[in-house]
Nanobody
């Protein structure tokens, strides 16, 4: 079992930056991939970025070039650096861990609000 705790959300103006953190605990050695997702009210949850234990990353097109995902295995933490934020980025951001044997674990989410 894996537990995930997100932090770092808040209110920023358009063009500003935030860094989100996701701290993992529990069966951390079973984690194969971690990622960030977001969901705005009334809209579907969408992938933001993922990173494997080997450091391979993927990004959604709308975030590519503005957001950067990274991890610190010594701290069992994944980060999402968000730059050039837009009002359209306003959403609850969730951390996800994928494990072997197969399983998905989610954090509670952290609110990001971008004002124009």
């Amino acid at each position: 079992q894996v537990q995930l705790v997100e932090s770092g959300g808040g209110l920023v103006q358009a063009g500003g930056s935030l860094r989100l953190s996701c701290a993992a605990s529990g069966s951390i050695f079973s984690i194969a991939i971690m990622g960030w997702y977001r969901q705005a009210p009334g809209k579907q949850r969408e992938l933001v970025a993922t990173i494997t234990t080997g450091g391979r990353t993927t990004y959604a097109d709308s975030m590519k070039g503005r957001f950067t995902i990274s991890r610190d295995n010594a701290k069992n933490t994944v980060y999402l650096q968000m730059d050039s934020l837009k009002p359209e980025d306003t959403a609850v951001y969730y951390c996800k861990a994928g494990t072997r044997p197969i399983g998905d674990y989610w954090g509670q989410g952290t609110q990001v609000t971008v004002s124009s």
